[in-house]
Antibody, heavy 121, light 111 residues
């Protein structure tokens, strides 16, 4: 059974840092691209970042570029999001999502349960 | 990258059909088959309901169907059931520097 379990969320002051983790199990983690998607309270889904299966290619939303860093450790079946210079508008539930890709398809087929990040003084 | 446009809310009675639209541009919805739909119940993670415009993952009822015409994708739910009441989001791959974009979400109310 595919499982994605996020951790590391919490309350942080503006300007602070936080590192989120996503522990993967039930599939060959090193074969899949991964993403972070967030959802502010009462708002919609907002794509944050992408990392290729090897970790060599990374993309970021303009709103987090230069402040957030996505990484992965395939030996530990783990995905990470280092968040620096946090702002109030970064307050959200952060989901890790597995990206399924085939010759004809690309989609987020499995999601974690999310971890809440609150940026407030 | 601007979000895809969805109606804020739709409603229907049990047994009826509803359709949710998702309008993008020629750089996202209009350019790729990589349009997906997600269902999200309150306090829960999103669940994939439709991928590649019209394909259903295993376990998703065939009451859920998807289509696309030009820059607009649509999700149709037929034979509405109470458990279908949820938020629905579309997403698309894009040719911009940020590869993915979501719609703003549609709240489905089953009357």
């Amino acid at each position: 059974e595919v499982q994605l379990v996020e951790s590391g969320g919490g309350l942080v002051q503006p300007g602070g840092s936080l590192r989120l983790s996503c522990a993967a199990s039930g599939f060959t983690f090193s074969s899949y691209e991964m993403n972070w998607v967030r959802q502010a309270p009462g708002k919609g889904l907002d794509w944050v970042s992408y990392i290729s299966s090897s970790g060599s290619t990374k993309y970021y939303a303009d709103s987090v570029k230069g402040r957030f860093t996505i990484s992965r450790d395939n030996a530990k079946n783990s995905l990470y999001l280092q968040m620096n210079s946090l702002r109030a508008e970064d307050t959200a539930v952060y989901y890790c999502a597995r990206e399924y890709r085939s010759s004809t398809s690309r989609t987020f087929d499995y999601w974690g349960q999310g971890t809440l990040v609150t940026v407030s003084s | 990258q601007s979000a895809l446009t969805q109606p804020a809310s739709v409603s229907g009675s049990p047994g009826q059909s509803i359709t949710i639209s998702c309008t993008g541009t020629s750089s996202d919805v209009g350019a790729y088959k990589y349009v997906s739909w997600y269902q999200q119940h309150p306090g829960k993670a999103p669940k994939l309901m439709i991928y590649e415009v019209s394909n259903r993952p295993s376990g998703v009822p065939d009451r859920f169907s998807g289509s696309k015409s030009g820059n607009t994708a649509s999700l149709t739910i037929s034979g509405l059931q109470a458990e279908d009441e949820a938020d629905y989001y579309c997403s698309s791959y894009t040719s911009s520097s940020t590869p993915w974009v979501f719609g703003g979400g549609t709240k489905l109310t089953v009357l």
